[in-house]
């Protein structure tokens, strides 16, 4: 359920090999903004006033030819409605994170979500051709770019301004690599996959009903009742296979699961093939919604003993997986537990969800937009303190970047979309639970804890209702999960491109500062920006919507709208995901289309609404 | 008992009975001591019946039950009789009555891919056979009436039933699947016999020493119990209230 930290470290760093180095007689040598997102402009319109300015704003946009339409498809709940992405460029070249999404009733704007950038001016003349790029990025990943495609020049904007022209390239395995196009260095590397970890018992010794196939006198895990087909294939452990799998498209019937008598007990498949079907219904029912792309996207399951999915589920997106078509894969526990929960398929199909419907609007998934505040000037840790203009991040090769420092103030940041995306998997993952069973405390019974059902890895526990009882390991002790703004943990970011006066790219350091102080340091790694840890913050408005009660932090109660209603909620938050959502959603922003999609659904007056603008207010999203 | 034993042992019985009046008959010319019939008519049947089957289905048990209704079947019979005292004789006849007819279905359908959520299917079953060749051996007593020959009569009835039984059932369904309905069922046609009782009246008039016509009133019944593999055990009741008339050749 959760990353593995070291696989999704925005930098492919050893944790463990890196230092802080102090370094006094150092000089700061630029200044660095005061405001690190005035460049950016987050747009939320749900008000008359503001959608006319926005509008003005994105007129002017498309005449100059900043602004393109890329998606213009009908609104599957209400009919009537249209949902139109427009993606910003740059002399032609797209922005990366910059779009919007309009909710449109015929002329009329009903709604507008995005973030835009301002002032951009780069010269977008590379100076090294995508061939070079490609060989770049392949030597960097050791690994050869996925499909043979051709890297692609994307304008990507630093959390200070600035602008780099860079080729985009997604190699094996989902992980996305940024060149720089003027210096050829590689400056940002994202990991595509949805990796969580957890650990598990396997079966939990419930029946299940195995959707299969008789194929050559033997039945298959090839699901054919449910329209999309879902398909569960075993690696048998083999790494190969699963590159096969993943890289190559290439799975076929005889890498299915098999049985001679159609009676499984290989506990890891049935929960697999079963729990994902059941997700298929879950979606279907509850939100009118077909699978993963909500037209039937052909599914795949595959359970892998190997090592790279070691206490780990993942979803990898499209073209990756069995006929490209993306892939849940679920591994085992050291301890050879299946990582096969119904929470946790919930959670990986909704990876999927998330991914299609953001890139069927807006043409991608979340974009890493990293969103950023100021924190001290230094900050002390065992004894020793480390001022920002001076201290520098080493790297198990040699190298060193400097911290990114805003007139001497650590400029710190996490991953909001990560935090999005992770936290309406867990709302989802919690509502499949729900939805099939009981409500109650152990096995097989729904609760608002995530993963629970699989023992012996406490740890990678998320509470929806109660995220401080949860802890977070760091290396001086543990902290609680947040369930407020306030409480979000963002990390110090270091300037992985360009030069500290004139950054390109920012990675972020394992270093973890709450409300602005300093709170700990990880040697395990930083959850790609907090993707999971800052989770909580969402999916406890989630529960607050539905339970109500008082958040522990602001104090601030929320009428919920009840057990019974708690379908209304969900309702709420999948339009808000699947409908409304832009790709580079903030936290406040996609407060913002929750609870535009409950005024939606429900009316601004209702009871549905009143409830999810409580809980956005009660956890600080507005 | 089989359809081979129960003919064989109609037969015999008849042949037994004409072989134990020949003194009597020897001892009045004035009154017959012989007759044969033949009638035509209706056999209604006994009563409803239920076929209650099980088969396993998407790993649960599916539930048919299927009502078969009363039933109205053109009846025939032929028979003889004899008199072995004054107004007491002994007969046997055998007795035909095939009709098809509708059946009700009901099935309870296991959803494919959940537990304890069984989708109810209706249905109606065409061409139901139900035949029934049935041998009824009779003690009957001569009322002494002038006007016309009335007998009341009693006794063992042989029942050779062939039953069409569902034995499978097929629906027509998609994803969801929270509904089905019914498509077509198949089905297997079982024979059983089984002893069990016939009362009833005849009543003729004489238009000649030697022919009379007139009709039959009985009721009979049994309870036929099937026991197949495909279709389980099903209980039948064979027999029911057969109105029938013709003509009567008397010796």
Redesign the interface.
């Known amino acids: 359920m959760r990353n593995s930290r070291l696989l999704l470290e925005t930098v492919a760093i050893s944790a463990a090999a890196i230092l802080l180095l102090p370094q006094p007689g150092r000089a700061q040598v630029a200044a660095a903004p005061d405001a690190p997102a005035s460049h950016r402009t987050t747009l939320i319109a749900t008000t008359q006033a503001a959608i006319a300015e926005s509008n003005a704003r994105i007129a002017r946009m498309v005449q100059a030819g900043e602004l393109a339409s890329v998606r213009v498809q009908d609104d599957p709940q209400i009919a009537g409605r249209q949902l139109e992405t427009l993606q910003q460029v740059y002399k032609g070249i797209p922005v990366e994170g910059g779009s919007v999404t309009l909710q449109k009733s015929g002329a009329a704007t009903i709604s507008t979500f995005g973030t835009l950038y301002d002032t951009i001016s780069i010269d977008t003349t590379p100076a090294i051709a995508p061939v070079d790029a490609s060989r770049i990025i392949e030597r960097a990943a050791n690994a050869f770019i996925a499909f043979g495609a051709t890297p692609a020049l994307v304008i990507v904007p630093s959390p200070v301004g600035t602008y780099a022209l860079t080729y985009k390239a997604t190699v094996a395995n989902a992980i996305t690599y940024y060149v720089d196009a003027a210096t050829g260095d590689v400056v940002r590397i994202v990991d595509e996959k949805n990796y969580d970890t957890g650990l598990g018992t396997g079966t939990l010794g419930e029946?299940k009903?195995m959707?299969t196939t008789l194929i050559n006198g033997s039945y298959k895990t090839k699901d054919t009742?449910?329209?999309a087909g879902i398909s569960t294939y075993d690696t048998g452990g083999s790494s190969a296979v699963l590159d096969r799998m993943l890289n190559g498209n290439n799975a076929t019937d005889s890498d299915l699961a098999s049985s001679s008598s159609n009676t499984w007990t290989n506990g890891y498949v049935v929960d697999a093939h079963s729990n994902t079907?059941m997700t298929y219904?879950y979606f279907?029912?509850q939100h009118n919604w077909s699978g993963l792309d909500g037209k039937n996207r052909a599914m795949s399951d595959i359970v892998h003993t190997g090592p790279e999915a070691r206490n780990n589920a993942f979803f990898i997106s499209s073209p990756f997986g069995p006929g490209g078509n993306g892939a849940m894969v679920y591994g085992r526990t050291t301890g050879g537990a299946p990582v096969t929960a119904l929470d946790v398929a919930g959670h990986e199909l909704m990876h999927g969800v998330t991914f299609y419907s953001l890139s069927s609007r807006t043409g991608s998934g979340f974009v890493n937009i990293v969103y950023t505040v100021l924190g001290p000037t230094s900050f002390t840790f065992n004894g020793t303190t480390f001022p920002c203009d001076t201290t520098v991040l080493s790297f198990a090769d040699g190298s060193q970047r400097p911290f990114l420092c805003s007139n001497g103030r650590y400029v710190l940041g996490s991953s909001h979309g990560g935090a999005l995306n992770e936290g309406f998997s867990d709302i989802f993952g919690t509502s499949v639970e729900f939805f099939y069973q009981p409500p109650g405390n152990g096995p097989l019974k729904a609760d608002y804890l995530m993963a629970e059902d699989i023992s012996g890895f406490d740890f990678a526990v998320r509470s929806l209702d109660n995220p401080a009882s949860r802890a977070i390991p760091h290396d001086n002790g543990t902290i609680g999960y947040p369930d407020h703004l306030s409480k979000m943990i963002n990390y110090a970011l270091y300037v992985a491109g360009g030069t500290k006066t004139n950054p390109t790219s920012v990675g972020f350091a394992p270093i973890g500062f709450v409300n602005g102080n300093f709170l700990f340091f990880l040697n395990s790694g930083t959850d790609s920006g907090g993707v999971h840890d800052n989770s909580t913050i969402i999916s406890h408005a989630f529960y607050l919507a539905i339970e109500g009660g008082r958040n522990a932090t602001s104090g601030l109660s929320v009428t919920g709208v009840g057990p019974s209603n708690r379908a209304q909620i969900e309702k709420v938050f999948f339009r808000a995901m699947t409908q409304l959502m832009p790709n580079n959603a903030s936290f406040p922003t996609a407060a913002a289309a929750v609870i535009q999609a409950a005024v939606d659904l429900y009316g601004p007056g209702s009871a549905v609404t009143q409830a999810v603008t409580q809980a956005m207010t009660a956890v600080g999203l507005r | 008992m089989s359809r081979f034993n129960w003919q064989m042992s109609c037969a015999a019985a008849f042949a037994a009975l004409s072989a134990a009046v020949t003194p009597v008959a020897a001892q009045s010319h004035a009154q017959p001591r012989v007759e044969i019939s033949a009638n035509a008519g209706a056999l209604t049947g006994a009563s409803t019946f239920t076929e209650t089957e099980s088969f396993t289905v998407?790993?649960e048990t599916e539930t048919v039950t299927v009502d078969h209704g009363v039933k109205t079947a053109p009846a025939f019979n032929v028979g003889g009789a004899v008199r072995v005292v004054q107004q007491v004789w002994v007969g046997v006849q055998f007795a035909v009555a095939n009709t098809k007819s509708s059946a009700a279905i009901t099935a309870l359908v296991p959803h494919?891919?959940?537990?304890n959520a069984p989708r109810t299917v209706t249905g109606t079953l065409d061409d139901v056979a139900h035949n029934e060749q049935n041998v009824h051996v009779d003690v009957m007593y001569a009322l002494p009436l002038a006007a016309v020959d009335v007998r009341v009569m009693a006794g063992p009835t042989f029942f050779n039933l062939q039953q069409d039984f569902v034995s499978g059932l097929t629906v027509k369904e998609t994803?969801?699947?929270d509904t089905a309905t019914f498509d077509k069922a198949t089905t297997k046609q079982l024979t059983k016999s089984a002893v069990g009782f016939n009362a009833g009246v005849d009543v003729s008039r004489a238009l000649s020493p030697r022919f009379a016509v007139g009709g039959l009133v009985r009721y009979s019944r049994a309870d036929v119990k099937f026991d197949d593999a495909s279709v389980g055990k099903q209980t039948v009741k064979a027999g029911g209230v057969e109105v029938t008339g013709g003509v009567r050749i008397r010796f």
């Open positions: 029946p009903k959707a009742l449910r329209p079907g219904d279907f029912r | 998407n790993a494919p891919l959940q537990f994803y969801p699947f």
